[in-house]
């Protein structure tokens, strides 16, 4: 369903890649777990599946299709077979939770006689059929979170992509987005969850895959969010060094001598598009317009 | 579904942004009034040149009894006179120049007189011998008019030679000046246009930014995106457009028809309020037309899909 073929994605010029070298395959009906720190690529691996950025090498296939080989019209398209899931749950604070759900309907052109059937269907299926006149704001967390997945789910998507979903939420407000989860997921749609939460990963028993530093340490099937494998960071194996890798550019004296770095990398970076450090620049400003909307969120609550 | 959802945006992201909203209006409408100044000006040209061409555009008025000129020291033209004015106008000298001409003798200069002045007590004072014949020649090319008034005037028993575009050249060389000094404005204000849209544009789609990143999530179309913003500077425009119109409605009728007419004469000021009827959906559509360019501009830098 999902294919990484030998990918690295490097932000910018000088910069230590994202992700390297990534060899991996998701099958369809898959539930796959993506755990390891923050920066360790698994993000990266989202937006690459969903086009948003582009690998500096190597190719990524996406329903047996190379996404470089989708043209940018067609991206569209391809979007609409992937539903996408966030910790902070994205919904328009302007619209109801029956509102948010037609929003991506509306948006790509559904009849409105089908539209009123599906997203009654969608607010049953998160079990909040009584709850779809309320605003985001007057709705819990775990709440928002439903109306989000079954925004991401109303197109019915073979593949949903979700980045930490429980991330904001309790414990058992988790478990019971987890249960929603798997239960899209034997519905046939294979589920990619990136996560910190060591109860959800403990409790499903999938596969289980870690990232350090962009790169693949365990691939684990019915595996737990700890183990034994030598090159597990999160489970304490190994002392995390990509926090301190990222900070620091290629061309910092501290790092030429460092032992793990083979010297190839030095070239490897060197040949990064520009259009990669646009894509940077506009991370950056995303960041930046989050802040602010963050601002514009508290104002309108008061 | 989606054209009342494209609807709903618009009019939603023209209410958010209503100063700027109103500054793109008030500068298309003064920009595109100059347009349209420029344009009924040249209409205006064109009218006048028209009808020199249609009229002739040189008069050589031979000596009457009561003419004063030193060439007409004899008197009334005599036939030698006006057949040699009459040679001349065949002749191989001035035919590069002359179209035709038509001779007026001074019997029907009589009646024309009469019927110009019919109802005055002095025209019946006037006989055919107090009128002088005439020629009215009309030219190959309106502004070679120079040679032939040049060749006739003051030759025995020729009164005077009038040259209808000399009278009207400091007129349509107003009209010209004043259409470069209108569309150099214009094309000022034009510019402040297009910027301003380009703003406008760059501001809905930081309000926006939620909803875009959701609708690209999902999978909406490039082109179903960008509509709402492309029409909403479409919107601004074509109502600077129609305000554009009501001012040039306003000129038209109370400063060209209502004054600049009786006084220089209706025959001369041809452009009135009827020519709004092509003049406004000209304006409106170039407003249209610009605002959408630069909305594509813009959103093509600030809008990455």
Known sequence: MIRFDNVTKTYMRGQYPAVENLDIEFSRGEFVFLVGASGSGKSTMMRMVLKETTPTRGTVYVAGRDLSRISSWRVPALRRDIGMVFQDFRLLPSKTAYQNIEFALAVIGTPRKVVRHLVPEMLEMVGLEDKGKRLPHELSGGEQQRVAIARAYVNRPSILLADEPTGNLDPSTAEGILDLLAEINERGTTVVMATHDQSAVDRMQRRVVEMVGGKVVRDEEGGLYETVASASVISGNLPDDSEHRAEHPLDDPEDQGRPEQPSEEHQDVSDVLDEELIDERDAQLDQVDDAFADDEDEEERR | ?305
């Not at chain 2, 030193?70 to 179209?99: E, H, K, M, N, W």
């Not at chain 2, 999530?217 to 709402?228: C, D, K, M, Y």
């Not at chain 2, 909403?232 to 007419?261: D, K, P």
């Open chain 2, 1 to 305: 579904m989606r054209a009342r959802y494209i609807l709903g945006e618009i009019f939603t992201g023209l209410w958010r942004n209503i100063a700027m909203v109103i500054s793109v209006v008030i500068v298309t409408a003064v920009s595109l009034t100059f347009v349209g100044t420029g344009l009924l000006m040249q209409k205006q040209i064109m009218d006048m040149k028209e009808t020199l061409v249609e009229q002739s555009q040189v008069t050589i008025y031979l000596c009457s009894p009561h003419s004063t000129a030193a060439s007409c020291a004899g008197g009334a033209a005599t036939d030698a006179q006006i057949d040699s004015v009459r040679q001349a106008l065949d002749g191989d000298v001035l035919s590069p120049y002359i179209a035709s001409y038509d001779e007026r003798t001074s019997d029907e200069a009589l009646t024309i007189y009469q019927e110009q002045f019919a109802g005055e007590g002095f025209v019946s004072n006037f006989t055919a011998e107090d009128m002088p014949v005439s020629f009215h020649i009309t030219l190959k090319n309106a502004d070679e008019s120079a040679a032939v008034v040049e060749f006739f005037q003051g030759r025995d028993g020729v009164d005077e030679v009038t040259d209808l575009l000399s009278a009207f050249a400091p007129f349509i060389d107003v009209l010209n000046q004043s259409t470069l000094f209108a569309l150099g404005l214009a094309v000022l204000m034009l510019i402040a246009a297009l910027l301003l849209v380009a703003t406008t544009i760059r501001m809905s789609v930081a309000n926006r930014r939620r909803e875009i990143a959701i609708m690209r999530l999902v999978g909406a179309s490039n082109l179903f995106i960008r509509l709402p913003f492309l029409l909403e500077g479409a919107v601004a425009a074509i109502i600077g457009g129609v305000i554009a119109s009501g001012m040039l409605w306003m000129g038209l009728h109370y400063l060209v028809q209502g004054w600049l007419a009786p006084t220089l004469g209706n025959e001369l000021i041809t452009v009135g309020v009827a020519d709004l009827i092509w003049a406004a959906p000209v304006l409106i559509a170039a407003g249209a037309v610009l605002s959408i360019a630069s909305s594509v501009v813009s959103l093509n830098r600030y809008l990455k899909v």
